[in-house]
């Protein structure tokens, strides 16, 4: 099972072994009503209200503490009834119960003189003392008291809502005096002020922890749903209003986390609209109602984003007959139990390892990493999954998904509405795409606040709906005009790379480094950071002025300085995921620097370690992602240790695997000349950029290397000459004296070029019109089989 269920309660546990203690078990030992011992209610301070018969079927009500682990009697009917709702107020002197008679025969004298079917009472029970008619009705009732704040001293005023099956809502104001002997009683108990909350509702849910009331009036083919806030000093405002495209034609009320009625409820709930609200901390607020289907095994449901304006319709969800009345708990009535809800962590990981759809894969990998975050051992295994099912994944990849996920759930709680901000998936669009979800999206009209100088969830979800209305189209970060950006500066010549603005992407580059230098030994298994790499630590400065220019646009209340943290945090952040699963990749195959020798082949861990650094390239050029300095080294060196030569220079050439200084050096100079290595080399040599051969190529002490320079050299000697002819007379020749007409003209041409102040390679003196006739010379005596002195 997918959620980790701890019992907190339970009543077979928990309170029959105190029933029996007291002498009141007798009667839970007949199995004739299934209903003998019941929890009718959880209240806000985690106090369970349960009814029980006793041995001569009076009717009892208890109450247990959860902190206390106490069980406590509250009340004793002496009569076989059958209890609806019940409540009890903060202070424990109240006690609100609504019950109905068994038989239909009762007789009004019977019971308070009653001639209606339902009975509401309120009872003072600090000592038990008197009791006051609410209601005598022929429909139910539901009761709830309001409980204040957390940590606030007792109060003479208690307000208390009942709930009526005809469709209305309303509360009572109940003060109380206290006596002689601390009796505490109601105080003018003939008077009790009310005022109408709701009418002519037909769905009403009790969020108990935030004392809100949400409810839904039907109008024609729309319905309004609404919203209560209750405060602890004040009285109540109705504080939201929101039109949903659901058409309401119940008779029934169906009501939400308004205690349990154990015969009821079961039979409204099939009948009746199965919908329900859900909010969170972070000012969100959505209505998940299920819908009618033809096809038995499948349950269609629509969620409606309040917080955002949109409406999603997603097939398959499950249908339990729970209760949730307090934060992460399920309540199931049935069975009698209160349990602490968790995710299973194990659990989740088979649903990620053992399913077949991508649907499936895609949210447990997105649930893991909300919930388990910072969780070492999970995200180790989510890695290791990831390594070993590159190629089953089809409409995502997990990699991108992996680094987007986990960046968004480290960074988002750092700031306030960062979460619109910033991408949480790689995917740009549901529909389509994910084969298993389908998804139809319409934009519903926004809802509508009235409150002043509230804080907490609802500002939230007001700045929530301010951002919907005045944003941009497209909030969440992208990598369009990255991508465009490090195109063009990745070609810009190298004298354009001094100006002011790239000094300051590279100084970017170097606050972002610095951030990892922290790290521990251990993070140093794999070789990475070892180096400079000017195109990654571009893109990186890049990413950072770019998406410090995204937040500057709608977090301008945050201020620059902490935009600037957040930023080079989101950066680091992407970098040491990246190294994080090359290190977790690196532990598993057993490598460590023998990937940097070259005098053997490599080994099976070493080319599954190489492919898995191939689907991180791919993953990070898809998203335009930077890599860690030394990525690319290596990357390059486990394929020359892995790769067949055709291979390896294919994958060169399509761009798969980049040249870098820093292994083309020691390839160079740490390989003998055998003929096999002779051709790795001049294939390697022959495929460098300009730039990077002018620094490796001396590496390499070999006639053919030496011819290759020399080409290079006269090629580029004359590309600067242009169209400009020699005026000078051919000077006197100081090499070697060969009477070699054309050979002697070119390097008189080469030197005057020279005399002009014209030298591509300035930094390889040796490289001159004397050696380009020298190396011209040994390459005509080779070819004609002559012995060169």
Request: charged letters at 25%; one cysteine or more.
């Amino acid at each position: 099972m997918l959620l980790r269920l701890v019992p907190e309660f339970e009543l077979r546990r928990d309170v029959v072994p105190w029933l029996a203690a007291q002498g009141w078990a007798a009667a839970l030992d007949t199995s004739e009503n299934s209903s003998a011992l019941y929890i009718v209610n959880v209240e806000r301070n985690g106090k369970i209200i349960y009814t029980w018969k006793g041995s001569q079927r009076n009717t009892h009500i208890g109450l247990y503490d959860l902190q206390s682990k106490q069980n406590e009697h509250l009340y004793t009917f002496e009569k076989d009834l059958h209890i609806i709702s019940c409540s009890v107020n903060n202070e424990r002197t109240l006690l609100a119960v609504s019950f109905r008679h068994y038989t239909e025969d009762e007789t009004a004298s019977q019971l308070l003189q009653s001639v209606s079917k339902y009975l509401t009472l309120l009872i003072e029970i600090h000592p038990i003392n008197n009791v006051r008619v609410l209601k005598a009705v022929d429909s139910c009732v539901r009761v709830q008291f309001l409980y204040p704040v957390e940590d606030r001293n007792a109060s003479t005023e208690s307000r208390l809502l009942l709930v009526s099956e005809d469709k209305y809502i309303e509360q009572f104001d109940i003060r109380v005096v206290a006596e002689e002997e601390h009796k505490v009683v109601i105080q003018k108990p003939g008077q009790l002020p009310r005022a109408k909350v709701a009418d002519d509702l037909v769905w009403a849910q009790w969020d108990m922890m935030e004392q809100r009331l949400f409810y839904i009036v039907p109008k024609e083919s729309k319905s309004t749903l609404r919203c209560v806030q209750f405060y602890p000093d004040e009285n109540f405002n109705s504080i939201l209003e929101s039109h949903l495209d659901i058409s309401v034609n119940d008779t029934q009320l169906k009501l939400v986390n308004f205690g349990y009625d154990y015969c009821q409820d079961q039979d409204v709930a099939s009948k009746s609209l199965n919908l329900q609200v859900f909010t969170s901390k972070a000012g969100g607020l959505c209505v998940c109602c299920s819908l009618a289907c033809d096809t038995p095994d499948e349950i269609m449901y629509s969620i409606y984003f309040l917080h955002k304006g949109e409406d999603a319709r997603i097939d398959t969800l499950q249908n339990y007959p729970i209760r949730s009345p307090l934060v992460s708990t399920i309540l199931d009535c049935e069975a009698g139990s209160l349990y602490a809800v968790s995710i299973s962590d194990s659990t989740l990981l088979q649903l990620l390892q053992k399913s077949k759809q991508d649907s499936e894969r895609l949210a447990a990998l997105h649930c893991a990493l909300l919930y388990f975050q910072h969780t070492e051992d999970l995200e180790m295994q989510i890695i290791r999954w990831i390594s070993e099912n590159l190629s089953t994944c089809h409409s995502f990849d997990p990699i991108q998904e992996f680094i987007v996920a986990s960046l968004y759930c480290r960074m988002c709680p750092e700031t306030q509405n960062l979460d619109k901000l910033l991408p949480y998936t790689s995917l740009l669009d549901w529909i389509g795409v994910v084969p298993g979800v389908i998804c139809a999206t319409d934009i519903i009209s926004l809802p509508v606040l009235e409150f002043q100088n509230s804080k907490g969830f609802w500002e939230k979800l007001n700045s929530n709906l301010e951002s919907v209305k005045y944003a941009e189209p497209q909030l969440h970060y992208h990598n369009n005009v990255l991508r465009r950006e490090w195109r063009n500066l990745s070609e810009e010549r190298e004298e354009r790379r001094t100006t002011a603005y790239l000094r300051n992407i590279f100084e970017n580059a170097k606050k972002v480094l610095s951030h990892l230098d922290t790290w521990d030994s251990e993070a140093r298994l794999v070789p990475l950071f070892e180096e400079e790499d000017y195109q990654q630590q571009l893109l990186m400065g890049l990413m950072v002025a770019q998406l410090k220019d995204h937040l500057m646009r709608h977090l301008q209340y945050v201020g620059k300085k902490k935009i600037d943290q957040i930023v080079l945090d989101y950066v680091a952040n992407l970098l040491s995921l990246i190294h994080r699963i090359m290190k977790e990749v690196w532990r598993r195959y057993q490598l460590h620097s023998c990937v940097f020798c070259f005098d053997e082949r490599g080994s099976a861990g070493e080319f599954a370690v190489f492919h898995i650094m191939s689907r991180i390239l791919e993953a990070a050029n898809g998203m335009c992602m930077p890599l860690p300095p030394g990525f690319h080294t290596l990357h390059l060196g486990l394929g020359v240790r892995c790769l067949p030569l055709h291979t390896l220079l294919h994958y060169i050439d399509i761009g798969v695997l980049q040249l870098t200084e820093t292994c083309v050096r020691k390839l160079l100079k740490d390989l003998d000349d055998t003929e096999q290595n002779e051709k790795l080399k001049l294939s390697i040599v022959m495929r460098l950029p300009e730039a990077l051969g002018q620094k490796v190529r001396q590496f390499w002490n070999h006639p053919i290397n030496a011819n290759l320079i020399a080409r290079k050299y006269v090629k580029l000697l004359l590309e600067n000459l242009g169209n400009r002819q020699c005026s000078r007379s051919i000077p006197e020749r100081f090499s070697v004296p060969v009477e070699f007409l054309p050979l002697n003209y070119l390097t008189s041409m080469l030197t005057e070029i020279e005399n002009q102040g014209v030298h591509p390679y300035e930094k390889q003196d040796h490289v001159n019109a004397r050696f380009v006739e020298e190396m011209a010379l040994k390459h005509t005596m080779t070819f004609l089989g002559l012995k060169y002195s």
